[in-house]
């Protein structure tokens, strides 16, 4: 089956500008969980869907938000973007939440000029 | 809040065993697991642990004791393509995995 799929792979973006990111969850896994990694802080929760609803959050301005759609679907947003919102941004799926495996996609390389 | 400990960096022999460490320090535990990074890829998992002990599972092994808050990952015979970065996540109920920074792991020949 297929795998988690996130679009686009790169971005370059302007200081100031908005940016949306997408993830596509393995068919059947209604848990879609946003992750910032960069190479000082590691991986960082940003968020957490679960059925439309954002379950947790993690410590991140309200500049970032997201949503989930009826398919279990996600995307991200960032907003008056930042240099150091430069990152690899990851999203994982998981057929339920907690105890249970997590499958990353290949995340979306951001780069903000 | 959540604390983690592994080591930054580890430099192993092809063929060799290596021992990557993890502690934590967790508000709550119902697991831990440990994922593979290789440079420019995706995290993909490797192991979890949920009790105490060993979990084998090939040239990999995971040790988990939740009363020291420590656990451990084993490499054995230790290939080229285990250059890699290694990191531990906790999963604490119905909250999504939080993670260490990770160990990348080099080997030479």
Redesign the interface.
């Known amino acids: 089956k297929a795998g988690v799929t996130q679009t686009p792979r790169y971005l370059i973006k302007t200081r100031g500008q908005q940016v949306t990111l997408s993830c596509s969850p393995i068919s059947g896994h209604r848990s879609v969980s946003w992750y910032q990694q960069t190479p000082g802080q590691g991986l960082q929760f940003l968020f957490e869907y679960f059925s439309e609803t954002q379950r947790n959050k993690g410590n991140f301005p309200g500049r970032f938000s997201g949503r989930q759609f009826s398919n279990s679907r996600s995307e991200m947003n960032v907003s008056t973007l930042e240099l150091g919102d430069s990152a690899l941004y990851l999203c994982a799926s998981s057929l339920e939440r907690g105890l249970t495996e997590a499958f990353f996609g290949q995340g979306t390389r951001l780069t903000v000029v | 809040g959540q604390n983690f400990d592994q080591p930054t960096e580890m430099t192993a022999t092809e063929g060799a065993i290596v021992q990557i460490n993890c502690t934590y320090q967790t508000s709550g535990f ?2 831990l ?1 440990w994922y593979q990074q290789h440079a420019g ?5 490797l192991s ?1 642990n ?1 009790l105490d002990g060993l979990e084998e599972k090939g040239r990999f092994s995971s040790f988990l004791s939740r009363s020291k808050g420590y656990s451990y990952l084993l490499l054995k015979e230790l290939q080229m393509k285990d250059s890699a970065s290694y ?1 531990c ?1 906790v ?1 604490s ?10 160990t990348r792991l080099s080997v030479i020949a």
């Open positions: 119902n697991g697991f890829e995706a995290p993909t998992f979890y949920v990191l996540a999963n109920g119905n909250t999504p995995l939080v993670f260490g920074k990770g």
